[in-house]
């Protein structure tokens, strides 16, 4: 990777800078990779050996131009203004890569070259880079009376070529209030061990334009996919465009307004800090993968703006420095806590899926990313729970999938999980899925700590995150038998059999026997 910078600046007159600066980065890769055998040692693992090269290069540019104004008028009023332009284009290049497979010495890197590969099934691909281009201005004023009044203004209007040309641009304003309290004549009092108190607030917007180079177009590819007849012969095929991604020329700026306030204060000849801040933050026209039907086909979805999100929070740190003797150190701590809520959303639920379908959940009025799945309520421990497991009305509930009672068999559910029925309606199935937890926590935490003595340095960082919930994928792997993997000694232990009456996991099997509910659902067992 090269990168260089230029500039050139200039005062034409008494306190007016003008700078204008040109930079460039050029980036290229060269890799390989070499993918053995694995099928001996790994389920899942491939059965021929593969290898893979590719090499690609882009180019980035940036141009800002600025121009500074700086003022002080009658000793007391301090004045600097500045106003810009930013240029920058990003991802000018191209990528190749080929990859064949079935090499004859695995361990020998000396033969790893792509025409040592078998011919068949060979592949290759060549794109350009996904070039994006954005125009900014921008213009920014800083005033301060006697350095305890100060307001801060600024404005930007940026341009992205992501958009539309209908919504390409953005303007984001923000103002912000400053007031050092600790020059105040009535603080005077306090100047025996408070150093500098400022108290401060502030509105601004930003905007996010973090999507594909292209999502308002619809694009279109060629391939096998897409083969068709041009001679009227069945046999003969001829590659053909079809769309493979589509666009939306409607898509906007995602734009996230926030209002905080707060202080900062030094005390004790400087060895003590203390920050506070209470913010409020709006997220607008929140930019994410469109959820649409399989009406809209095969083709990828791009970025809409679907809704809205809000977090309300503080932020508290506090330090403390000081010297013994020859030993210097710092404390310093931090504690954040926040509340986030999906205000509206424009489409379906958004759902998150892994191995496991549906394990997190974004839904109007909750926190985004909650943990979705079935609520379990417990282990089948004989025939008659079977058939007598009510849900809140009193009904009898069915067991997981089994939708006609005459063809039950409470034999083949005895070791098998109970799933709440949420909706009541005495089967369980998809419409059963819930809220079983909650990832954010009710507050986080730091403490950093360092210590130095005759130039030896010592340091630690300790971070904690309370209340949350955790979901334990690992599970799927090690309590579970879906893959057939070695079991934990947790779910060895403690699982449910006959002579093992209060095991909280289902029966010690495989698939076939603990349940899909268990192997291949997200369910409330996952979460601690």
Do not use: C
């Not at 389920?43 to 050996?49: A, F, H, M, P, R």
């Not at 350009?128 to 920014?140: P, V």
């Amino acid at each position: 990777r090269g990168q260089t910078a230029v500039y050139a600046e200039v005062k034409p007159i008494a306190d007016l800078k003008v700078r204008s600066q040109f930079s460039a980065s050029l980036m290229g890769a060269w890799s390989s990779d070499f993918s053995p055998i694995t099928i001996y040692a790994d389920k899942e693992g491939t059965s021929q050996n593969t290898f893979t090269e590719t090499a690609d290069w882009r180019l980035n540019w940036q141009w800002t131009n600025t121009a500074t104004y700086t003022k002080k008028f009658n000793e007391d009023h301090n004045l600097t203004v500045v106003l810009g332009m930013e240029a920058m284009k990003q991802n000018l290049g191209r990528d190749i890569s080929g990859t064949r497979y079935n090499y004859i010495f695995e361990n020998n890197p000396n033969t790893w070259i792509l025409n040592n590969g078998g011919s068949a099934n060979q592949s290759n691909s060549g794109y350009a880079q996904s070039k994006t281009t954005m125009y900014g201005l921008f213009g920014r004023a800083d005033y301060s009376y006697q350095g305890k009044y100060l307001v801060t203004a600024t404005v930007r209007r940026d341009g992205a070529s992501k958009f539309g040309s209908n919504n390409r641009w953005g303007t984001f304003p923000s103002l912000s209030l400053g007031w050092r309290i600790s020059d105040e004549a009535f603080m005077a009092s306090q100047k025996k061990w408070m150093d500098d108190l400022k108290l401060r607030a502030g509105y601004g917007t930003t905007g996010n334009s973090n999507i594909g180079a292209y999502n308002y177009a619809f694009q279109y590819a060629t391939g096998n996919s897409y083969l068709y007849g041009r001679t009227g012969s069945n046999a003969a095929s001829t590659a053909g465009y079809a769309i493979s991604n589509l666009g939306d020329v409607n898509a906007k700026w995602e734009t996230t307004k926030m209002f905080n306030v707060g202080f900062d204060l030094t005390a004790f000849s400087n060895r003590f800090t203390a920050t506070f801040d209470y913010y409020v933050k709006k997220t607008s026209d929140m930019l994410v993968a469109a959820n649409w039907s399989a009406l809209a086909g095969n083709a990828t979805k791009p970025n809409i703006n679907i809704g809205d999100m809000q977090n309300k929070g503080v932020d508290v740190s506090m330090g403390w420095r000081d010297k013994i003797g020859k030993v210097s150190f710092n404390i310093n701590g931090n504690i954040s806590t926040y509340k986030n809520k999906v205000i509206k959303l424009g489409s379906s639920d958004i759902f998150n899926s892994t191995r496991l379908d549906r394990i997190n959940i974004t839904t109007e009025g909750q926190p985004i990313g909650m943990f979705y799945g079935f609520k379990v309520e417990g282990i089948y421990k004989s025939e008659s729970e079977v058939t007598s497991f009510t849900n809140d009305n009193g009904q009898t509930v069915l067991p997981y999938a089994v939708t006609d009672a005459a063809k039950l068999n409470p034999k083949d559910w005895v070791g098998r999980y109970k799933i709440k029925d949420v909706n009541n309606d005495g089967k369980i199935n998809t419409a059963d899925r819930t809220i079983i937890g909650n990832p954010h926590p009710d507050f986080t935490g730091g403490l950093n700590l360092s210590a130095s003595w005759n130039g030896f340095d010592l340091g630690t960082y300790l971070y904690f995150s309370v209340g949350n919930d955790l979901f334990r994928h690992y599970m799927y792997y090690t309590y579970y038998g879906a893959l057939q993997s070695n079991y934990s000694k947790d779910r060895r232990d403690n699982s449910w059999s006959p002579s093992n009456p209060n095991g909280k996991y289902p029966l010690w099997a495989t698939t076939s026997g603990e349940g899909t509910e268990a192997a291949n659902e997200s369910n409330s067992m996952y979460i601690q």
